[in-house]
Each structure stands twice: as structure tokens, then as C-alpha cells.
């Protein structure tokens, strides 16, 4: 009872699995989707619908062709598939371009704010140096009690003078140009002061900022690498050298989303086929570990031997001639389950040296050649059983 309850389960898990490998497919739609998708919503929905569907479109051309037989139509679905690749990189092409040229443009205006930052900075410290020549690095209060302690040493000068106007001086003409002069380096402490404050509001707006060297640090290495050699690009071929990286992402991005799905899908088949080529030769191992019956009746032939893999005639179906060989009908209530049959038929495939076909492929043949039973989703089909292969026994009449 454990070991029924335990093979569903072990059935679930592998078509959970199987359909988890299967959708990670999409993951290769994302680089295309990212650039083919209008994000600020200018275009609308119905822009945003067309692109999704002829992403979609082109993977599905492309599975399509893999999975068709018929040479001609696998021609047009790749063809098509190319035109939709063609339409997307268009569009594709268009958005990183204006993605490219408003990094660039932002980057630029960042040279340029930081050069605007350096030239002030630049005149600033003309201006402070030109104070400092004049006071130095004395603060303006020092000053102003020097001028203070002079008007105290020379009261009566400094009130005959009116405090040293200019239309009064007349004897205390010394006096006053002292004045003057201590004057003078009051305002120009104060002065560099008051730029002194200014400049440490310029400097913390520089801190912390990165500034970049070039608008397109992509496009002036390709330049300065040609420049190594002799070659100075003119402004078109650098417009074209960004152009050209905008193009060939457009292009990958599109060829990544038309053609990955399709080769994941192939790399999922390959190692699905091989899981079942490995448990169906389980069985096989352990039938062959197992002492053939002997009776009185009967007494084997030594020189029999399980036949090997024949190869198929001219124009005859692989899925009959594997139900000729891997199986045989048996009474109406006995029947196999739906994962022991497809490995059986991908492990008769494998052994042949031929493609397995898609599930689906498979599971139409077996509905319409035997009676499908879904078991309450533990699916199987009715009235056949493996064909066991073993030594041939020759009845004896002695």
C-alpha cells in the first residue's frame, strides 16, 4: 500500500519538475522584454501588447521549425522568425539609443557643473589670496583692538581730527594714515572671512562627487585606441562607434530571446530522455539478475540470447514496430502506467539512434492505438503489458 501511494507522488513530482524546467525557457524573454517594452507608458498598452507578441512569436517560429518535419515549412518559420527578430532589434536598437544618449547628456552635464564648481572655486581663492596679502591670516577682531588701543594712545588727535575726516587732518596727518591702514586690514579680515565661508559651502558640494572624465567613456577608449595608431575619429565616427553598440545589444538581446527558448527546450528533452533510458534499464538489469524457470517438462536452449536492436525497414513506423517489440496485450485489467510506457519508448529510441519526438506526438498515438485510463490522475493505459525477453525454453516430450 506504501509503494502505490508512493509511485503517484513519485509521478507528480516528475511532471512538476519537468514543467519547472520547461518554464525557465521564459527567463530567455527578459533582455528583450526589458528594451522592447515602453515603461514610461508614452506609447501605450497596445505598443506594449505588439512587442510582447512578436517576441513571443519569433520563439514560438523557431520551436516550431525544430519541431516540424517537413522541410519547407520549417524554412518559412525561420524566415519569419528572422523578419520578427528584425522588426524587434528595431526597436530595441531605438530605446538604447535613447537610453545611450541621455546617459550621455546627463554625464556631460555633471563635467560641465563640476567645471562651473572648479571655476569658482578657482576665482574664490584669487580673491581670498588677494585679502590675505592685505591682512594676512590675522582675524578682524585682532584688528579692531588695535585700532581701539590706537584711538586710546591719541585721544586728543583722534578728536581734533573728528575721527580722522579727511577735510580735519592737518598735523595729525600720521596718525590718521595709521588709522587708514588699520582700517584697511579690518575690512579685508572680514573680507576673506566672509569667502572663507563661502568656499567651505563650495567645498562640501564637491565632496563625495564623482566626477566622470568623458560623456562616453566607451566611445573616447575606442577613440584613444585608434588615436594610438594614427587615427583621429572625426565626430561621425564616434556618433557611429556608439550606434553601432547600441545595434549589436539590440541585436543579441533579440537573438538571445528567439533562440534560447528553443535550445533550452532541446537540452530539457536530451537530459529527460536520458533520465528514462536510465530507469528503464533498471528493470532490465534486474529480469536479467533473475534464474530463468526450469521444469521436467521443459530444459533451455544454451545458445538463446536476447535479440538486439534490428533496424527498421523501409517506410515502417517506429511506434508500431516498438509496440511489436516492447510490448503484448494481456487481459483488459492489467495495464502500465504512463511514465513506465514514455521511458520504454525514448529508451527504444535512444537505443536505435532516433529522435524520441515531442510528448505530445506520443501520447496521441498511445490514446488512439490503446484504451487510456486517467485513474484518478494516476494515468495508465489498459490491456498491455512489457514484453518480457528472455532465453527461449523447448518443451520435451521425454
Not at 50 to 69: D, K, P, T
Not at 102 to 129: C, K, M, V, W
Not at 309 to 322: D, N, S, V
Request: hydrophobic share 45%; glycine share 8%.
Amino acid at each position: 500500500m506504501a509503494k502505490a501511494k508512493a509511485a503517484p507522488a513519485r509521478v507528480r513530482a516528475r511532471v512538476a519538475f519537468r514543467c519547472l524546467a520547461y518554464s525557465l525557457a521564459t527567463v530567455w524573454l527578459l533582455p528583450a522584454l526589458l528594451f522592447n517594452l515602453d515603461w514610461t507608458g508614452a506609447n501605450g498598452w497596445a505598443h506594449n501588447t505588439g512587442a510582447v507578441l512578436s517576441i513571443l512569436a519569433a520563439a514560438g517560429f523557431i520551436e516550431g521549425s525544430r519541431r516540424c518535419g517537413k522541410l519547407g515549412l520549417s524554412l518559412t518559420f525561420v524566415l519569419a522568425a528572422l523578419f520578427l527578430v528584425y522588426v524587434n532589434a528595431k526597436v530595441a536598437f531605438e530605446t538604447l539609443s535613447t537610453l545611450s544618449e541621455g546617459r550621455s547628456e546627463a554625464r556631460q552635464t555633471e563635467i560641465n557643473d563640476a567645471s562651473q564648481l572648479a571655476s569658482q572655486l578657482q576665482r574664490l581663492e584669487s580673491r581670498r589670496q588677494a585679502q590675505s596679502e592685505v591682512a594676512g591670516e590675522t582675524a578682524a577682531t585682532v584688528f579692531e583692538a588695535d585700532l581701539q588701543q590706537l584711538k586710546m594712545s591719541e585721544p586728543r588727535r583722534w578728536a581734533a581730527t573728528d575721527g580722522c575726516e579727511a577735510s580735519k587732518v592737518t598735523s595729525s596727518a600720521d596718525f590718521c594714515q595709521k588709522v587708514a591702514g588699520i582700517q584697511r586690514k579690518i575690512e579685508a579680515a572680514k573680507a576673506r572671512a566672509a569667502l572663507d565661508g563661502e568656499l567651505a559651502s563650495l567645498s562640501r558640494k564637491r565632496e563625495g562627487r564623482t566626477t566622470p572624465q568623458s560623456a562616453d567613456a566607451y566611445v573616447d577608449n575606442i577613440a584613444g585606441l585608434a588615436g594610438a595608431f594614427g587615427v583621429a575619429p572625426t565626430l561621425a565616427i564616434k556618433r557611429f562607434i556608439a550606434a553601432e553598440r547600441s545595434f549589436s545589444r539590440a541585436v543579441s538581446f533579440e537573438l538571445i530571446a528567439t533562440l534560447g527558448p528553443s535550445s533550452w527546450f532541446l537540452l530539457m528533452d536530451g537530459l529527460f530522455a536520458l533520465g528514462g533510458m536510465m530507469i528503464a534499464s533498471k528493470p532490465a538489469k534486474a529480469r536479467e539478475s533473475l534464474p530463468a524457470p526450469v521444469s521436467r517438462e521443459t530444459s533451455p536452449t544454451p545458445s538463446a540470447k536476447v535479440p538486439m536492436a534490428m533496424p527498421l525497414a523501409p517506410h515502417e513506423c517506429p511506434f508500431e514496430r516498438w509496440v511489436a517489440d516492447d510490448l503484448e496485450e494481456t487481459t483488459a485489467g492489467e495495464g502500465m502506467r504512463s511514465g513506465e510506457l514514455l521511458a520504454l519508448w525514448q529508451a527504444w529510441c535512444h537505443a536505435r539512434g532516433m529522435p524520441p519526438g515531442s510528448d505530445q506526438a506520443f501520447w496521441r498515438r498511445m490514446k488512439a492505438r490503446f484504451t487510456h485510463d486517467a485513474n484518478h490522475g494516476r494515468p495508465r493505459y489498459l490491456g498491455i503489458r512489457q514484453r518480457i525477453r528472455g532465453p527461449k525454453l523447448v518443451v520435451s516430450n521425454g
